[in-house]
């Protein structure tokens, strides 16, 4: 990795694509400690750098603010990082490992890689990021013809993950839910988890009562014994 940037602790829980201030609230009052805002057109949690500005200003100093991007190129991720001054950049599209450490390194942020997962093929081709990233990103992988990588409410085999033997602390995503997120990770044992569509009552559309029980289930995960 490269050197100058403090090491960073992974979020436990991660609710992404707030894009209302009403959502970030509802988050962070639920116990979050990690936000994410989307920037990716084609995403229906899209939002803009300047309302990006004021959902970002809303969580600072009491969750860590993940931007959301995919296969951004500089120019972009400049404007992005100037007007959310985020605490983590997710890299969520097809960048290689030579892209993630070239953006660790120009932005200065800690990264988090999205992987997507449906094989035990993809969890080997994962490890080429292990100790490149600083986090990484457990999602479901998106079937060919999807619009965008991720927020789809798929799962995948957890199974794949029960010994994943990765240094980088992993979250896990993909289809979680208030309902399944329990065993999720009890089976899988992540440092945290991310969220999405699974506390929506429509694409792009956040629930407090969802995003309040799926917290409420990852605590109790938290304080059931590993199996």
Known sequence: MTEGI?????????????????????????????????SFPPSPRHVEPDRLA?????????????????????ALLETLVAAGHPDLLQLHGRETTDRVAAVRSRFGLPVMK??????????????????I?????????????????GGLGATFDWNLLREPGFATPFLLSGGLTPTNVGEAIARVRPAGVDVSSGVE???????????????????????????
């Open 114 to 131: 999205a992987l997507g997962i449906a094989t035990a093929a993809d969890v080997e081709k994962a490890r080429a990021y292990d100790r």
């Open 6 to 38: 403090l090491p960073i602790s992974p979020p436990r829980l991660k609710i992404c694509g707030l894009s209302t201030p009403d959502s970030v609230g509802w988050a962070i009052d639920a116990g979050a400690d990690a936000i994410g805002l989307v």
């Open 133 to 149: 990233a600083d986090l990484l990103l457990f999602d479901a992988k998106p079937p060919k013809d999807a619009t965008r990588p």
């Open 201 to 227: 009552t429509a694409p792009g559309i956040k629930d407090e009562a969802l995003i309040r029980a799926f917290a409420s289930a990852v605590k109790s995960a938290g304080e059931t014994p590993a199996v």
């Open 54 to 74: 004021g959902l970002a200003d809303l969580a600072r100093g009491r969750a860590r603010i993940v931007l959301l991007t995919v296969d951004a190129d500089d």
